[in-house]
């Protein structure tokens, strides 16, 4: 079973060496094989869970060297866990990218550049879930680095550059930082490995070990986008392709908190800096979810709310309790799945009305029911209506906190209910702006169908052409579709279609490569069932919230006893 635990890593990135070896040829070929990787992906990762559960913590060292010298890679329950979920949401939101290729007619970006770019990243989260030690650890951490900036910047355009140029400024600072941290800490441990380190830092003076924690928290709270230093993200990720956002958004911020999670009960057992991680905490909460009610625009308001909810998980760490640590990794979970789905429902509604700007969407609840559910489970999710997951989640950790006693725990406790509440009101109020109020004055009534792959058949082009004069004759506002307003007009008539002239007054959009497309009304039937599976999947956590909340209990035993992850890689 030891066999199975680097195969997360190896599989995508052996792939992606074939997949770029075909290049860009053979586009359903290519298209089975993600799929199929990211499928076997899954089941190892559900595998490795129930065995770290039956039977403790597995590890393997690779090229059969012993620690300190080999790469050591570890899969315990919080790891299967982490694994198994980011798997599953990874696997969804390549469907999705799927559906939004074919849809804009464009098979190069996905399987060219899209694809190999996706596998590599979802191979370094798996290295950074497994790593058992700081410096493949900080290898996980470049892998999706790399990727990520191909991702952020595909298509080029000056919006997707300038913001991915920001993020990788960050991830480059908090790159160097983590390397000088590993250097002082083999310095001080000779040692990297987390097994050994857990035990040797015990006999290293109080204050290097203080200093030592002060740095890994800092790179980590980057990482995850803790407040004070979460000022990149909100520009940041919304300016990617909709299947990018989601991932980045729902996935990568947790690789942070995770490593938090992981070094915090392996290293820093008692840590002195509990009071000053309920800070940032409280401050992510309070100042995350502020920023989300000033916003107008739907992807910026789930940026802020996602570094409104960092702060749930770190309110579990701080505490480092066993009812808080439980907590904080059932949140982990269901935030990953929860966030993906919402800003793959944002991608939904920029695909059909052009903008996720709220004061130009209306009506959304009546013209599209099935978005408008879509929507609506997962806001409630997140603000924590009963008996959803959310709520599991939130009662646990406030729970924690009232049981922790004191006053931090306390102003958390009140934090965590305000920030609940705000959270209910910011989801309200995008329902009432985008779904539930009539469409603004000059919203599009019937939407430009997208001439999509699956549209195509032998002898439409003749009638595609038709359909073209006939728009251009009729004039903006009638034939297929109406103008938005004069804005989306002027930019519309000056976009193009596969190349083609786009009607004026059309509404546009941004696909893969930053291309203008044409929205349509009937969504890619791909994108709705990959983010339909991801609601089902937040209201998994819901149906099976007992069996959860045992197995999460079970990890924080194991996380806060430490022994026996130390005994799995040791063998003591």
Not at 19 to 28: E, F, N, S, Y
Not at 81 to 100: E, I, R
Not at 489 to 508: C, I, K, N
Request: charge should be negative.
């Amino acid at each position: 079973m030891n066999a199975l635990v680097p195969l997360p890593v190896l599989l995508p990135l052996c792939v992606t060496g074939l997949k770029l070896a075909i290049g860009p040829r053979l586009h359903r070929l290519q298209r089975f094989i993600s799929i199929a990787v990211l499928g076997a992906v899954l089941v190892l990762s559900v595998v490795l869970m129930v065995a770290a559960d039956r039977h403790g913590p597995l590890s393997v060292h690779l090229g059969d060297f012993a620690p300190p010298v080999g790469i050591t890679l570890v899969a315990d329950r919080l790891a299967g866990l982490m694994l198994t979920v980011s798997s599953a949401v990874t696997l969804l939101v390549l469907v999705y990218s799927l559906g939004q290729g074919m849809a804009d007619r464009d098979d190069q970006a996905p399987v060219g550049v899209f694809h190999p770019a996706y596998l590599i990243l979802v191979a370094g989260v798996s290295c950074t879930f497994l790593a058992g030690d700081l410096v493949n650890l900080y290898v996980g951490f470049e892998i999706m680095l790399v990727a990520s900036f191909v991702l952020l910047t595909i298509g080029g355009t000056a919006t997707r550059i300038r913001a991915g140029s920001t993020y990788v400024i960050i991830s480059l600072f908090s790159s160097v930082l983590f390397l000088i941290a590993i250097a002082m800490t083999y310095a001080v441990a000779g040692t990297v490995n987390l097994a050994q380190l857990s035990l040797r830092l015990q006999e290293v003076p109080l204050g290097v070990r203080t200093l030592l924690e002060a740095m890994l928290l800092t790179v980590f709270a980057i990482k995850a986008a803790v407040f004070p230093l979460a000022a990149w993200l909100p520009d940041s990720y919304p300016t990617a392709p909709a299947p990018v956002t989601a991932v980045f958004a729902g996935l990568l911020t947790k690789v942070g908190v995770y490593s938090m999670l992981r070094t915090q009960t392996l290293l820093f057992p008692g840590h002195r800096l509990g009071d000053l991680l309920m800070l940032a905490a409280l401050a992510s909460m309070v100042v995350g979810i502020l920023g989300a009610v000033a916003q107008t625009d739907l992807k910026r308001v789930l940026s802020f709310t996602l570094i409104s909810h960092i702060g749930y998980m770190v309110f579990g760490i701080a505490l480092a309790g066993h009812g808080s640590i439980s907590g904080a990794i059932v949140y982990v979970a269901h935030h990953i799945t929860v966030q993906t789905t919402l800003f793959l429902v944002a991608g939904l509604i920029e695909r059909r009305d052009g903008t996720t700007e709220l004061t130009r969407l209306g009506g959304l609840a009546k013209a599209a029911p099935l978005l408008a559910v879509l929507f609506f489970v997962p806001a409630m999710n997140l603000a924590g209506i009963p008996p959803l997951s959310g709520f599991i989640g939130k009662l646990g950790l406030m729970r924690a906190g009232i049981d922790a006693g004191g006053g931090w725990a306390w102003a958390l406790v009140a934090g965590s209910a305000a920030t609940s509440l705000l959270t209910l009101y910011v989801m309200a109020k995008v329902w009432n702006l985008a779904f539930w109020r009539d469409a603004p004055p000059g919203a599009e009534e019937e939407g430009v169908v997208l001439e999509s792959a699956e549209d195509d058949e032998p002898g439409d082009d003749e009638d595609d052409e038709d359909d073209r004069e006939e728009e251009r004759a009729s004039g903006p506002g009638r034939g297929t579709g109406r103008g938005r307003d004069a804005g989306a007009g002027a930019d519309a008539g000056a976009g193009t279609e596969g190349g083609l002239p786009v009607p004026a007054g059309a509404v546009v959009s941004e696909g893969f490569l930053g291309q203008s497309i044409t929205t349509t009304k009937r969504l890619p039937w791909p994108m709705t069932a990959a983010t339909g599976a991801a609601v089902a999947l937040g209201l998994s956590y819901t149906v099976l919230g007992g069996p959860l909340t045992t197995f999460t209990q079970a990890a924080a035993t194991e996380l806060l006893a430490r022994t026996p992850y130390i005994e799995a890689v040791l063998g003591r």
